[in-house]
């Protein structure tokens, strides 16, 4: 999870291997305070190393100035309900990657993305994206998919 900071390319995100944790607190939290997903670099400053997702948080910031704040989740179920329904990306391109980051860069310019907020990430398995003005809005939004599932 994160969310946009108050300067250029800051990013308070979620640190490296906290999936599992049923509740964060700040020490599982870092600040990037710059990031350039061409090159692969990250640099943070806190206590934990940040997600390994991050250059695809700033990838969607990048894309998307009005974007404040990103979810990635896991949920199997959910995932294959959503594969090819929302923007997919390619199947061989691993996350965490420059080449991630770059196939978020593409699906952001496709009008479908800015409008459902969601994409699916194929090639990594059971990972769901959604983001929005901010994480309230991207937490309805994954709730939303959810409920409709469960309701199906």
Same mark, same amino acid.
């Given at each position: 999870?994160?969310?946009?900071?108050?300067?250029?390319?800051?990013?308070?995100?979620?640190?490296?291997?906290?999936?599992?944790?049923?509740?964060?607190?700040?020490?599982?939290?870092?600040?990037?305070?710059?990031?350039?997903?061409?090159?692969?670099?990250?640099?943070?400053?806190?206590?934990?190393?940040?997600?390994?997702?991050?250059?695809?948080?700033?990838?969607?910031?990048?894309?998307?100035?009005?974007?404040?704040?990103?979810?990635?989740?896991?949920?199997?179920?959910?995932?294959?309900? %959503?594969?090819?329904?929302?923007?997919?990306?390619?199947?061989?391109?691993?996350?965490?990657?420059?080449?991630?980051?770059?196939?978020?860069?593409?699906?952001?310019?496709?009008?479908?993305?800015?409008?459902?907020?969601?994409?699916?990430?194929?090639?990594?398995?059971?990972?769901?994206?959604?983001?929005?003005?901010? %994480?309230?809005?991207?937490?309805?939004? %994954?709730?939303?998919?959810?409920?409709?599932?469960?309701?199906?």
């Amino acid at each position: 999870m994160s969310q946009r900071g108050k300067i250029d390319k800051e990013i308070i995100i979620s640190g490296t291997n906290t999936g599992g944790i049923p509740v964060l607190n700040e020490s599982h939290y870092t600040t990037v305070i710059d990031y350039d997903w061409r090159e692969n670099r990250v640099t943070c400053r806190g206590t934990i190393a940040a997600s390994s997702e991050t250059l695809t948080h700033g990838a969607i910031y990048e894309a998307n100035p009005q974007i404040n704040g990103v979810i990635h989740i896991h949920h199997r179920q959910l995932w294959q309900n %959503l594969m090819y329904r929302v923007p997919t990306t390619q199947e061989n391109i691993a996350y965490g990657t420059p080449e991630m980051a770059a196939e978020i860069i593409r699906l952001c310019q496709e009008d479908r993305l800015e409008e459902q907020q969601i994409l699916v990430m194929s090639g990594h398995e059971e990972g769901i994206i959604a983001f929005g003005q901010d %994480l309230a809005k991207a937490g309805n939004l %994954l709730l939303s998919y959810y409920w409709q599932l469960q309701s199906s």
